[in-house]
């Protein structure tokens, strides 16, 4: 088995003296090294290992290096492929250069520049995949914005997952479908030591029954029709890291057995092969059902369950916090029209508290999405929302739900709102009050009564209250 820490170095040549030179190269720079002698050879090894370097002679028995070069360019987009070449074949080597060789080495050439060359599609190697590594974590930190809320039930959530990013405890995650079960996982994960380590989701509900252990645990070559080379799981491909496992009272029975043997042992077979494969993962689970219900009932194991919930998050319904709903409105409203100003209406802000929400935070970030691509991009109105929030307009809230909502979420909604414009005028309260269509007079009363910090305008300028 490769060793992951190191790059693994392909040489293609019918030469053996040319393929031992410069696999001695290779190893020198602390490379795995593999050889063939075909590009025939070359692309059958790809379906045991995948290399990050190949070093390919252009002229070859068969299959020549540039149609080599397509092929592994097909498959392994990030290899970098360098050519060797006769003094003859320059042309050709630039030509192969033009499908997307990283380079070309004349022959005979010089140790040092193959150990160059080598150093250098190893750099850039490293550099792609740490740039991958960076952009797939940044957009995980930016995906935890979803967690957006002042309530008493979001911030004991998010205490919670202060507590957790420290510790290796399989974590349990419960509440109903669009609550953000995911962003709480990645939270627990990336906020923590394991931060650099992978992160792998699985949506249970989503994989295929027939090929679920061989996308979890992997599968050998031959191991059933249509596995034409090995492949690694979901569990290995998250070791040293978090595994993710949404919707987990989706598996069946049978799933749900393996699924506690790896937990127990720590270790997957793959399908089709007898030897066991460490692996050593943080679990997170998420789950939309009673899974207590659902293991009085036969459907899902109870020592599962208990080996799942060592510690349970429990994500309130948008609901259940409909304080924060303001927040959240203006929160998804930069997201999707930075800089813009969209205003929200009374009455569309109403419509969102008094709504139900039962798809919760992922339904008012669809129903923001869809009023900022099909609206004005000056304000939001009852006009621009959907049917199902039109309506609401007519639902009665009990007398506590109005007076919580009055005093708390429309003020916070006030309070935003004017902040934003402020910000935008550049501290300018005379163009903040016009963005607004409301007096100085009533705009200092309003940044006083919110704890707005009056800043100075860009341009001095004399101001009178009357």
């Known amino acids: 088995m490769k060793d992951e820490s190191r790059l693994l170095f392909l040489v293609v040549d019918d030469e053996q003296s040319i393929r031992r030179l410069c696999m001695t190269v290779g190893q020198g720079l602390n490379f795995a090294c593999a050889e063939a002698e075909s590009a025939e050879a070359a692309l059958a090894s790809l379906e045991i290992s995948s290399p990050d370097l190949v070093v390919t002679d252009l002229k070859l028995p068969g299959l020549s290096g540039t149609e080599l070069l397509r092929k592994i360019k097909q498959l392994l987009p990030r290899t970098e492929v360098a050519i060797m070449t006769g003094h003859g074949s320059i042309e050709s080597a630039v030509d192969a250069m033009r499908e997307g060789a990283y380079d070309y080495m004349e022959k005979p050439f010089r140790v040092e520049r193959l150990r160059q060359l080598l150093q250098r599609m190893a750099e850039k190697v490293r550099l792609v995949a740490e740039n991958q590594f960076l952009r797939e974590r940044v957009s995980a930190e930016t995906r935890l914005d979803g967690i957006t809320g002042t309530s008493a039930r979001i911030q004991d959530v998010l205490r919670m997952v202060t507590r957790l990013k420290d510790t290796r405890t399989p974590v349990l995650v419960t509440g109903e479908s669009g609550t953000g079960k995911e962003l709480i996982a990645r939270a627990i994960h990336f906020r ?11 949506d249970c509900g989503a994989l295929v029954p027939t090929l679920m252990e061989s996308e979890l645990f992997g599968h050998e070559k031959g191991a059933f029709t249509g596995a034409m080379k090995s492949k690694p799981g979901l569990f290995q491909a998250a070791n040293g890291g978090s595994i993710f496992l949404d919707e ?38 998420a789950t939309n059902r009673d899974l207590e219900a659902a293991y009085r009932a036969g459907t899902f194991r109870k020592d599962l369950y208990f080996r799942l919930n060592v510690v349970t998050v429990h994500l309130p319904s948008l609901r259940e916090r409909r304080s ?4 959240l409105v203006h929160s998804f409203l930069d997201r999707y029209a930075p800089g813009e100003n969209i205003q929200v209406s009374a009455a569309a802000m109403k419509c969102f508290l008094q709504y139900e929400w039962p798809g919760n935070v992922r339904e008012l970030e669809n129903c923001i999405a869809r009023a900022v691509a099909l609206g004005d991009h000056r304000s939001i109105d009852v006009a621009d929302l959907p049917r199902t929030l039109q309506e609401a307009q007519d639902l009665d809230l009990s007398r506590q739900e109005a007076s919580e909502l009055s005093t708390t979420a429309l003020a916070d909604l006030e309070r935003m709102t004017i902040l934003r414009v402020f910000e935008q005028a550049g501290g300018d309260k005379s163009i ?14 309003r940044l006083k009564r919110y ?15 009357g």
């Open 192 to 202: 923590g030591p394991l931060a650099e380590m992978p992160f792998i989701a699985v």
């Open 324 to 327: 924060d709903i303001p927040q």
């Open 248 to 285: 987990i009272g989706e598996l069946p029975l049978e799933m749900q057995a393996k699924l506690l043997r790896v937990l127990q042992e720590k270790e997957v077979r793959p399908v089709g092969s007898n030897e066991k494969v460490p692996v050593d993962v943080r679990v997170i689970a």
């Open 432 to 445: 903040a009050g016009k963005m607004l269509g409301i007096s100085r007079a009533t705009l200092y009363r």
């Open 451 to 465: 704890n707005i910090p009056l800043r100075p305008a860009q341009k001095t300028v004399t101001e009178t209250v």
